[in-house]
Nanobody, 125 residues
Framework: QVQLVESGGGLVQAGGSLRLSCVAS????????MGWFRQALGEEREFVAA????????TYTDSAKGRFTISRDNAKNTVYLQMNNLRPEDTAVYYC??????????????????WGQGTQVTVSP
């Protein structure tokens, strides 16, 4: 069982930056693909970014391309999401997730086995 804990959320003005962290415990995540998802109030949870086990491959939703960067440090059992040029529409609870047996479906919510509790990101106009 992997436990994931997100941090780094908060309130920021439009155009600002935040760096989210996701620390895993109880088990290494080096063999897992990792993803970030978000869920705005009243909306479904949606894919934001994902990274392969080695970190060599990353993928993003269109709205995140050029603004967000996902990375990982397997030695620290941690995944990051650097978010720049934030917009009010980025406001959501951001969740970290781990896929124990990645098959390439990085953007598919049901591919992921473990989820964190989420961290709130609020972007004011």
């Amino acid at each position: 069982q992997v436990q994931l804990v997100e941090s780094g959320g908060g309130l920021v003005q439009a155009g600002g930056s935040l760096r989210l962290s996701c620390v895993a415990s109880r088990r290494t995540i080096s063999s897992s693909a990792m993803g970030w998802f978000r869920q705005a109030l009243g909306e479904e949870r949606e894919f934001v970014a994902a990274i392969s086990r080695s970190g060599a491959y990353t993928t993003y939703t269109d709205s995140a391309k050029g603004r967000f960067t996902i990375s990982r440090d397997n030695a620290k059992n941690t995944v990051y999401l650097q978010m720049n040029n934030l917009r009010p529409e980025d406001t959501a609870v951001y969740y970290c997730a781990a896929d124990r047996n990645p098959t390439g479906g990085y953007q598919t919510l049901t591919e992921y086995d473990y989820w964190g509790q989420g961290t709130q990101v609020t972007v004011s106009p």
